[in-house]
């Protein structure tokens, strides 16, 4: 059961023009949302974040928006740079769990050409 | 670096060998975590440190994989009797506070191999 949905296994976009990368999901217990970045051969590196008493968080060039009555969540990136190129991973998690493990979505590769 | 530092970073061994991989974390961290990532897959969970005390296992982690925390510090992954299907990335992470929602930093992994 895949808790945490990523639909496009992968993105292209053009330097300098806007990537939205998206995220459903189906535990309506989930109330902490993330985005990660993950290089081959390294480890996930956290991007951004939000709380489900917020629709918007942005940070520099990523904006990540939720909409929870659709369990649906999107990263926006603007603008987009060759350096984005990478997986990018949503997870989400329970607050008032034991863990506040993540459930990942199974990623999404981003492509910016130059 | 004050990361999460994972050792080693890639191991191959022959099945039916055991294996065990070391994660220091953060320093003052006092959560910690072991995540499994296959080809094609997100990380998936495996087990959770809240200082020393190992507080959920998936049912991922068969009787094989065992994991600990001794004084609340590093944690090492052992699995034994080793499977080709065992192969992956083994990721740790940590972080720093118990009842508020943070992210969780994550090492560069040690990647598995099984022949």
């Known amino acids: 059961d895949q808790q945490v949905k990523q639909n496009s296994p992968s993105l292209s976009v053009q330097e300098g023009r806007i990537s939205i990368l998206n995220c459903d999901y189906t535990n309506s217990m989930f109330d902490y949302f993330l985005w990660y970045k993950k290089y081959p051969a390294e480890g996930p590196t956290f991007l951004i974040s939000?709380?489900?008493?917020?629709d918007k968080n942005e940070d520099g060039r990523f904006t990540v928006f939720l909409n929870k009555s659709a369990k649906h969540l999107s990263l926006h990136i603007v603008p987009s740079q060759p350096g984005d190129s990478a997986v990018y991973f949503c997870?989400?998690?329970?607050?008032?769990?034991?863990?506040?493990?993540?459930?990942f979505g199974t990623g999404t590769l981003l492509a910016v050409q130059p | 670096d004050t990361g999460v530092s994972q050792d080693p970073r890639h191991k191959i061994t022959k099945r039916g060998q055991n294996v065990t991989f070391r994660c220091d974390p953060i320093s003052e961290h006092n959560r910690l975590y072991w995540y499994r990532q296959t080809l094609g897959q997100g990380p998936e969970f495996l087990t959770y440190f809240q200082n020393e005390a190992q507080l959920e296992k998936s049912r991922l982690l068969s009787d094989r994989f065992s994991a600990e925390r001794p004084k609340g510090s590093f944690s090492t992954l052992e699995i034994q009797r080793t499977e080709q299907g065992d192969s992956a990335m083994y990721l740790c992470?940590?972080?720093?506070?118990?009842?508020?929602?943070?992210?969780?930093?994550f090492g560069q992994g040690t990647r598995l191999t099984v022949v």
């Open positions: 997870a989400a998690s329970v607050y008032g769990g034991a863990t506040n493990k993540l459930i």
């Open positions: 939000i709380s489900s008493i917020k």
């Open positions: 992470a940590s972080s720093p506070r118990v009842g508020l929602n943070t992210e969780a930093f």
